[in-house]
T-cell receptor, first 114, second 115 residues
Framework: KAGVTQTPRYLIKTRGQQVTLSCSPISGHRSVSWYQQTPGQGLQFLFEYFSETQRNKGNFPGRFSGRQFSNSRSEMNVSTLELGDSALYLCASSLSPTAITEAFFGQGTRLTVV | QKEVEQNSGPLSVPEGAIASLNCTYS??????FFWYRQYSGKSPELIMS????GDKEDGRFTAQLNKASQYVSLLIRDSQPSDSATYLCAFRGLNYGGSQGNLIFGKGTKLSVKP
């Protein structure tokens, strides 16, 4: 059974540009969450999608957005990149957003903004 | 503000010893708790989930949950150098409307197992 696939694995962008990251969840999983990980802040929740609807949203500016498609694949977009957006972006896949649902992470996309 | 507190470490134990990792959480009504292991430069890997008070064992790992004290721990028996990693504690909070919220992570405890 394939795991969570995130593309691309690495990205280098310039300040002011925008970027789109992709996540394909485990087959049969319908819930996708996105996290930003930095050395200082740890894992910070961005947003969660289930059945193409955003269920939860973290405390990030509107430059960060996401969506989910009917096949459960998800994308996140960051516009007007800032140096502080350099981080590891992680996608987690779950069956559904219930209390006992386990979440499994993809390999992550390492974004560097220069 | 829902939070998870973990000792950042590093926690250093000799090979073969028991490593004890601890975590406290702020959400009194949370129902689900998780431990992830993250090797340097890699993504987090789920190693244990626990939902009821008491102990849950899986191989060399034992998770312990005490909801009254809002405390969860992870014991690693017969620690191996390959266990050297950062261990992240997480819980799933509840939204104000009572629906399931997102996973909230601690900043992790770095474990070093010395041969």
């Amino acid at each position: 059974k394939a795991g969570v696939t995130q593309t691309p694995r690495y990205l280098i962008k310039t300040r002011g540009q925008q970027v789109t990251l992709s996540c394909s969840p485990i087959s049969g999983h319908r819930s996708v969450s996105w996290y930003q990980q930095t050395p200082g802040q740890g894992l910070q929740f961005l947003f969660e999608y289930f059945s193409e609807t955003q269920r939860n949203k973290g405390n990030f500016p509107g430059r960060f957005s996401g969506r989910q498609f009917s096949n459960s694949r998800s994308e996140m977009n960051v516009s007007t990149l800032e140096l502080g957006d350099s981080a590891l972006y992680l996608c987690a896949s779950s069956l559904s957003p219930t209390a006992i649902t386990e979440a499994f992470f993809g390999q992550g996309t390492r974004l560097t903004v220069v | 503000q829902k939070e998870v507190e973990q000792n950042s470490g590093p926690l250093s134990v000799p090979e073969g010893a028991i490593a004890s990792l601890n975590c406290t959480y702020s959400d009194r009504v949370s129902q689900s708790f998780f431990w992830y292991r993250q090797y340097s430069g890699k993504s987090p890997e789920l190693i244990m989930s626990i939902y009821s008070n008491g102990d849950k064992e899986d191989g060399r790992f034992t998770a312990q949950l005490n909801k009254a004290s809002q405390y969860v721990s992870l014991l690693i028996r017969d620690s191996q150098p390959s266990d050297s990693a950062t261990y992240l504690c997480a819980f799933r909070g509840l939204n104000y409307g009572g629906s399931q919220g997102n996973l909230i992570f601690g900043k992790g405890t770095k474990l070093s197992v010395k041969p």
